[in-house]
């Protein structure tokens, strides 16, 4: 009889921790979120898919050498805003990406909102895209992804990481 109870005890036990969201073994999975289409001017969306009510908009570019090193040539200077920032947020990041005729990446870069601080007004800035052909650069687009939240992976943290991280940023090659 003590076996029984003991039997029924541990079962008590384990639906409990079940029912209260605890498990012996945790399944951790990690997925990343899909590419958005990338564009001038693009609604930034969450790793969900879901508009965060920014908008992030390449305002212009132009090939040029860079004021700090301009022995090295051209490189591609370009500006963004962002609209729908509230306050001090300190998000998205976004990719913006120099591509060719063919949408085929030359360079990317990361561009965060908190860089965007006025040049242009308000939640607005320039950044410089370091692409080896410069001249074959056709556009500057967004990459409507915001980044700003990695999480935690499961090899990092088998029990609170995983989720749904950002896509990688494109590589020069990729094509959008």
């Not at 951790?28 to 930034?44: F, K, N, P, S």
């Not at 976004?94 to 965060?112: K, N, S, W």
């Not at 308000?122 to 992804?145: F, K, M, Q």
């Amino acid at each position: 009889m003590p076996l029984a109870r003991i039997l029924a005890g541990t079962s008590s036990v384990l639906t409990t921790l079940t029912l209260s969201g605890c498990s012996l073994v945790w399944s951790c999975t990690d997925t990343t979120a899909e590419r958005g289409d990338a564009g001038v001017r693009v609604q930034v969306v969450d790793t969900d898919g879901r508009p965060s009510g920014v908008t992030a908009e390449v305002l212009g570019w132009r090939r040029e050498p860079h004021p700090q090193v301009p022995a090295e040539g051209d490189q591609v200077h370009f500006d963004i805003r962002f609209q729908g920032v509230d306050g001090e947020w300190n998000g998205p990041v976004v990719d913006v990406c120099a591509v060719d005729e063919e949408r085929v990446v030359l360079g990317c870069q990361e561009v965060y909102v908190q860089e965007a601080f006025g040049h242009l007004g308000r939640h607005t800035g320039d950044g410089w895209l370091d692409v080896e052909d410069p001249e074959r650069t056709a556009e500057v687009l967004v990459i409507p992804n915001d980044r700003s939240y990695q999480g935690r992976t499961c090899d990092e943290d088998v029990k609170d990481g995983g989720g749904i991280h950002p896509p990688d940023s494109p590589l020069p090659g990729d094509r959008l």
